[in-house]
């Protein structure tokens, strides 16, 4: 399989870190280890060949009954090279944490919060690290697989 | 002389003595969300000192309703209702790219014709979001008879999409493989016809707006995005485009049929509030000459792909073929089943970039169905556009992101 | 002395009823079904009386049933007395600003000499302004007492405003009485029976920067900006409903209304009919005999004077629904940086002009 010059670069560069690339319907993949996101981001934005300066995307998958349970997964673009790549970092449900990439794209700011919110994955280093579709008191993250559709929250109110 | 020189010393002594007893604190207020200008479905906390702005903090997620989780305790097509409701004033956009990310997924093309009408809705659900954005803009200025103008325009745009899907906000019209029903018998006579008093509303528009001067005062200048900021921040679509970065994912990764029509994507200078709504106004022409063009060019043909396991059948076969009944049987009871794997398709909404992410096990119902709202980095850029200007200035701001609700609290 | 008394309460029962009982309430109509011309709809139509719409005018009387029987709220901490007062405070010197413009000339009927203006004083230009500043009061009250921080902005929006604009509004129409050489309204609607000397001739400038100041007075589009709805919600009066609000309501329809009077009396002729003198009239009217034509000649001109004042209310209205709001550091600077400077070499140009 012919790889695109994104992963190819990708390979050279860090293959310690790479667990796996593909490239399904023509979307580049690649598996990183979540300690080097921040490098592998960093990278990818500033390589003169690559310039993925577009953090389109930033969610996470819940794959349940999986080892490790969640994946981080970012969408890069690069706006000179007219060129898309996915980033997925796996994630143990033991340790749920990543290094937050808001240094990198200040658009990570509310993705992260977004992904945290929805899916418990705390991102280290967020300046501002809080619930943001939901409100403070929600228990529970609802994206999870193991979150009942039909679950019922307790009744929040002001404190006094 | 030498006395007055001392007395001004006096006075200019006694007038920093004022300066730095007097008692100032900031004041905390919370606009919204029910405040006229956030409608309803955000929250600004706003730390004023006076008028200016010290402080501005967001809170979203009144409208958050779990499109997400919804979409996954369903079938694959059941998740199209839900995709009207992201960008309620531009659904068939949301239609047509949740259609092609799972397409994408399946790994399907669309008949021509197919395309073609998924075009033509497209860019009349752009019209619609871009007549009510412009129109927004007048009415939060005080504007309020350029508000009816465009609402006009409006309604008559969505009169053309109730005429082809029969809902005017709420379309579920696209579906997996094809479309619910083709265009309607006289639909070229009728956009004509739309169009030409739309044109008309532009120039009435564009008179009462474009050069008048207040309006130019309010919105020059203000909410400014650099290229870099608005890059770094995730910005797309018109917002990105005002700050001069020409990226439109019709032009850059052309879907459908857009890489056949000849349109220009217009391009601002300043990035302020007033480029914004120079290229929103631009992309109403654009759009109008798309959809002529593609109705121009429209070939006769199916509009569903011929692939049962996907696609229901006409009726006729249905009714007549066996094969035809198994297939719609089980498409109906069990879902599609794309293949396993994930991807992302990214198509231009009303506020810029409009992607899914779709993640399938293989069963019908979607593992993880993830949409990419455009205006959502566009919000969280607003304490970075409005702090250090007034008050007043939220609200241009704020309308020129074209903030909704269902799209970005999801 | 009974038939100057019959003669005063008349007038004030008239200029009462016109301003309270027609103007008021219709301006209301006419407001939506000016706008609604202007923006292609119908307006207002559905108040009905056994199925009699009357094109609408029955809404005026279903807002003030409404605005009536609805709850007369005070908020939690506010201040009641100072809530209270703030709407009588705004609405009473939009009444009586009236008082002092003539609505017509000064006619002989039976011996009788009828002079058609409720206070003739000789300062009444003054006059009108003390009592436009006391409405200040009330703004500045209401939008403190309420105890609420969009009422508070509002109400030191509407302050810095008004303050700011009744200078500049002062010294546009400085030229108009140097020209004519009068503070007495009266005698400033009697010189203008020349149509040339009407003083939208002799003050053209006076007269574009007058109307300025005095929507910025009114604090109505463009220079609503102390109500600014969707920057500060309903701005001082944020926190008020039924009689109260309606009373807010109420005197910026009658301050248009005196607006409209003020522009009429300095810069439109009075109650002139342009190009046809009063002599002209009265002979057009002698088949009535003396009194009789002086009688018609003085119902003609009430109806010019009432004519251009609602012209001027449909120009201000027009204004309203064509533009947007300007910003409040914006409407300062034009207020004090070129309203004013305007207005003061407007004065010096006319001195220079009267002079040689």
């Not at chain 1, 819940?62 to 007219?82: A, C, I, M, Q, W």
């Not at chain 2, 604190?25 to 955000?42: F, K, L, Q």
């Not at chain 3, 409405?135 to 969009?150: A, D, F, T």
Request: hydrophobic share 45%.
């Amino acid at each position: 399989m012919e790889l695109s010059i994104t992963l190819k670069k990708l390979k050279e560069r860090f293959h310690n870190s790479i667990i796996d690339i593909h490239s399904f319907r023509g979307d580049d993949t690649a598996i990183v280890k979540k300690e080097d996101i921040l490098r592998i981001t960093k990278f990818l934005r500033d390589d003169e060949e690559l310039l993925y300066n577009f953090m389109m995307d930033l969610t996470a998958v819940d794959y349940l009954g999986r080892e490790p349970r969640f994946e981080v997964v970012y969408h890069l673009y690069s706006l000179k090279y007219n060129k898309r790549v996915r980033i997925k970092a796996p994630v143990p449900e033991q340790d749920c944490t990543i290094d937050s990439i808001i240094s990198i794209w200040i658009a990570a700011d509310w993705f992260e919060r977004e992904a945290y919110d929805l899916y418990g994955i705390i991102f280290k280093g967020h300046p501002n690290l809080k619930r943001i579709l939901l409100y403070e008191g929600f228990k529970g993250y609802p994206l999870r697989k193991d979150y009942p559709v039909r679950k019922r929250q307790p009744l929040i109110g002001p404190e006094n | 002389m030498s006395y007055g020189l001392f007395l001004m010393s006096r006075v200019c002594n006694f007038m920093s003595d004022i300066t730095k007893e007097l008692h100032t604190e900031h004041m905390v207020i919370n606009m919204g969300p029910s405040h006229p200008v956030t409608h309803g479905t955000v929250k600004f906390v706003v730390t004023l000192d006076g008028e200016t702005i010290v402080n501005f903090e967001v809170e979203i997620g009144y409208l958050h309703r779990g499109f997400e989780k919804m979409c996954e305790s369903g079938l694959w097509e059941q998740a199209f209702p839900y995709t009207d409701r992201l960008n309620y004033v531009s659904s068939m956009i949301n239609n047509v790219g949740y259609a092609l990310a799972v397409e994408k997924l399946i790994g399907i093309d669309t008949p021509e014709r197919c395309k073609y009408i998924r075009v033509i809705v497209s860019e009349l659900s752009r019209l619609s979001d871009h007549f009510t954005n412009v129109a927004a803009s007048g009415l939060e200025l005080g504007a309020f008879t350029a508000f009816l103008y465009f609402v006009e325009a409006r309604d008559l745009i969505w009169d053309l999409l109730e005429s082809i899907c029969g809902a005017r906000l709420t379309s579920n019209y696209v579906r997996i493989g094809g479309l619910k029903n083709d265009l309607p018998e006289g639909f070229k006579g009728h956009t004509a016809r739309v169009f030409k008093r739309c044109r008309e509303l532009w120039i009435d528009v564009d008179k009462l707006l474009t050069k008048n001067r207040i309006f130019l005062d309010r919105v020059r200048d203000v909410g400014i995005m650099s290229p870099d900021d608005a890059i770094a921040y995730g910005f797309t679509g018109p917002c990105l485009r005002a700050s001069g970065v020409p990226y439109d994912v019709r032009k850059a990764q052309p879907y459908l049929v857009y890489d056949r029509m000849d349109f220009e994507i217009p391009i601002g200078e300043k990035g302020d509030n007033f480029d914004r709504y120079l290229v929103r106004m631009e992309e109403i022409n654009q759009s109008m000459r798309i959809v002529e063009q593609a109705l121009d060019n429209i070939p006769d043909g199916p509009i569903n792909v011929d692939m049962p396991e996907y696609r229901w059948q006409s009726k006729d076969d249905i009714y007549t073929k066996i094969e035809s009944v198994i297939f719609h049987f089980k498409t109906v009871v069990e879902g599609i089943k794309p293949p396993e794997g994930e991807v992302y398709f990214a198509v231009e909404g009303g506020n810029g970039e409009l992607g899914f992410y779709l993640v399938s096990n293989g069963s019908g119902k979607p593992y993880k169905c993830r949409v990419r709202p455009p205006c959502f980095p566009l919000t969280a850029a607003m304490p970075k556009m409005v702090t250090g200007s007034l008050i007043a200035d939220v609200v241009p701001t704020f309308d020129m992101i074209n903030m909704i609700g269902g799209e970005c609290d999801r | 002395m009974i038939a100057d008394l019959i003669e005063a309460v008349a007038k004030i029962l008239f200029i009462f009823g016109v301003n309270m009982g027609f103007f008021a309430p219709v301006l209301g109509w006419v407001e939506r079904k000016q706008s609604a011309v202007m923006q292609d709809r119908v307006g207002a139509n559905r108040a009905d009386i056994f199925g009699f719409t009357l094109i609408g005018l029955l809404h005026p009387v279903a807002d003030t049933i409404k605005l009536l029987t609805k709850e007369d709220f005070i908020p939690a901490g506010a201040n009641k007395l100072f809530h209270t007062l703030a709407p009588f405070i705004t609405l009473t010197p939009a009444l009586i600003a009236f008082s002092v413009i003539p609505f017509g000339g000064q006619y002989e009927i039976y011996g009788h000499t009828i002079n058609l203006v409720i206070a003739d004083l000789d300062v009444g230009i003054l006059f009108i302004f003390a009592f436009a500043s006391l409405s200040i009061y009330g703004v500045v009250l209401g939008g403190w007492s309420s105890n609420n921080n969009w009422s508070f902005l509002g109400a030191m929006r509407a302050s810095a405003q008004m303050l700011s604009y009744e200078v500049a509004m002062g010294l546009a129409i400085i030229g108009v009485i140097m020209v004519y050489g009068s503070l007495r309204l009266t005698d400033i609607g009697a010189m203008q029976e020349n149509f040339f000397k009407w003083g939208i001739f002799l003050q053209p400038i006076g007269f574009i920067l007058f109307i300025a100041c005095a929507t910025a007075e009114n604090k109505r589009i463009p220079f609503d900006i102390p109500e600014a709805e969707t920057e500060i919600v309903a701005g001082y009066f944020t926190e008020y409903s039924s009689m109260k609000f309606i009373m807010f309501w109420m005197a910026e329809f009658l301050e248009m209304i005196t607006i409209a009077g003020i522009i009429t009396t300095l810069f439109l002729g009075a109650w002139h009919i342009p190009f046809i003198s009063s002599k002209m009239l009265l002979s057009l009217f002698s088949f009535a005999g003396a009194n009789g034509a002086t009688i018609l000649v003085m119902l003609t001109n009430i109806a010019t004077f009432f004519t251009k004042i609602i012209f001027m209310i449909w120009f201000q209205m027009t204004i309203r629904w064509t533009l947007p709001r300007f910003r409040y550091d914006q409407m300062m600077k034009l207020g004090w940086k070129i309203l004013l400077p305007l207005s003061l070499i407007n004065i010096f140009i006319t001195g220079l002009v009267l002079l040689l």
